[in-house]
């Protein structure tokens, strides 16, 4: 679902490893070089875009910290021409497993500390009066939030939270979709009790429909990840199921390792570059699990880059479709849902088996070689096994 923008047109809605290869550490090259042990800086992208993208120079004003324990505060808001008749709680236990979702994914780094107001909020305004439809705009979305915070304001000390989450009854069909509601500093903005609120996820209906993992994709906004999926053409065309931030109903949701080190839940140490010409072998770990060298990152130009990572099922990631090496193009210039990730399908005329995309079989085997004839970069899988995989960057 979007993160509405003031600003862009557009809405952001287990068998070990080959001996052999084993032996190989992360650090190790191919081929001597002045390049060959870049460090992780080498490989970071900067942001083009203003709003949410995949660059590392996320505006700590703009987003939230993604490390740490985020407090959360949830509302529940009727209307009055959609009056709630039920209770909250089936409300908050539809969106509780997020908080050991996002613990998980993050590798313990990130919490979500969610305390939830167990009364009806009513709105002072029909539903139907929102403009609450596709299209929906940043100054409308505002307004919504503004009237929950106000009415939701005598019944709570909003200043002892991050971020507030709006929960819309199911009384309410208009309140369609859950977009996110982030800070910016040209607005007027929503303040209680002292503080401006900064972060808010107005869900709707749709959370009946993606469960507790539409709270991992909306918070992730929060703290500065775009959408993966598209915004014209095929909805899930560029990234398939492969991150929450694009299918939120993907078989392998957990976040891409470009994420997790851009959100600082994979380290530096963990990420080997490879920023110029030449060569360098790497040993990954799966994503799925905390520990080892995440990604390789194969650096193309300015904004652009390539990545591999190891993918396994296991964690949230135990539905994946494939396993092996995802190999994704970045570009830290594009916009939010208009592909700043794609992933490179190892298998473009396979057939998927059922709940799969074609997308969803993207994953490397070893023996298995990308190459982009424009940048001169390569990617062999060397080796692979439930340990993780080999993987040697190459670029002419």
């Not at 987003?63 to 009056?83: H, I, K, N, W, Y």
């Not at 939120?248 to 390792?257: S, V």
Request: aromatic content about 8%.
């Amino acid at each position: 679902m979007p993160a509405l923008p003031t600003r862009l047109p557009h809405l952001a809605v287990a068998i070990a490893l080959v001996s052999c290869a084993l032996a190989i550490p992360a650090t190790a090259t191919a081929a001597a070089g002045p390049n060959s042990t870049a460090g992780a800086a080498d490989c970071a992208l900067p942001g083009k875009t203003g709003w949410t993208d995949e660059g590392h120079n996320t505006d700590a004003t703009q987003f939230q910290p993604s490390s740490g324990t985020r407090r959360v505060l949830t509302l529940f808001v009727d209307f009055p021409d959609a009056q709630a008749t039920d209770s909250t709680k089936a409300y908050a236990a539809q969106l509780a497993p997020a908080a050991d979702w996002v613990s998980r994914a993050s590798y313990g780094r990130s919490g979500l500390d969610i305390s939830s107001l167990h009364r009806w909020i009513r709105m002072p305004a029909d539903s139907t009066s929102y403009g609450y439809q596709r299209g929906l705009t940043f100054e409308a979305h505002e307004k919504y939030v503004r009237d929950a915070i106000t009415a939701a304001d005598p019944y709570a000390d909003l200043s002892q939270y991050d971020m507030v989450y709006i929960v819309a009854t199911k009384a309410a069909a208009s309140i369609s979709f859950s977009p996110t509601y982030l800070y910016d500093r040209t607005t007027p903005g929503v303040t209680a009790d002292g503080t401006r609120l900064k972060w808010a996820v107005t869900f709707g209906q749709d959370m009946w429909r993606w469960g507790h993992k539409v709270v991992a994709h909306e918070t992730a906004h929060t703290f500065g990840l775009p959408d993966l999926y598209s915004f014209n053409g095929p909805t899930h065309q560029y990234a398939g199921g492969w991150d929450v931030m694009g299918n939120i109903a993907g078989a392998a949701p957990q976040y891409l390792g470009w994420h997790s080190w851009k959100l600082g839940w994979t380290r530096d140490n963990q990420v080997a570059c490879l920023p110029e010409p030449g060569r360098r072998t790497v040993r990954l770990t799966p994503v799925e699990r905390p520990g080892g060298t995440k990604i390789a990152v194969l650096r193309t130009g300015e904004t652009t880059a390539y990545v591999a990572e190891s993918r396994r099922a296991r964690g949230n990631d135990k539905d994946a479709c494939s396993t092996g090496v995802l190999i994704y193009k970045v570009d830290s210039a594009a916009q939010t849902g208009e592909g700043p990730i794609r992933v490179m399908n190892a298998h473009p005329t396979a057939t998927p088996p059922t709940g799969c995309t074609q997308l969803d079989l993207a994953a490397y085997a070893p023996g298995q070689t990308f190459t982009d004839p424009d940048t001169g970069a390569r990617i062999d899988v060397l080796a692979g096994g439930g340990a993780g995989d080999v993987v040697r960057l190459s670029k002419r």
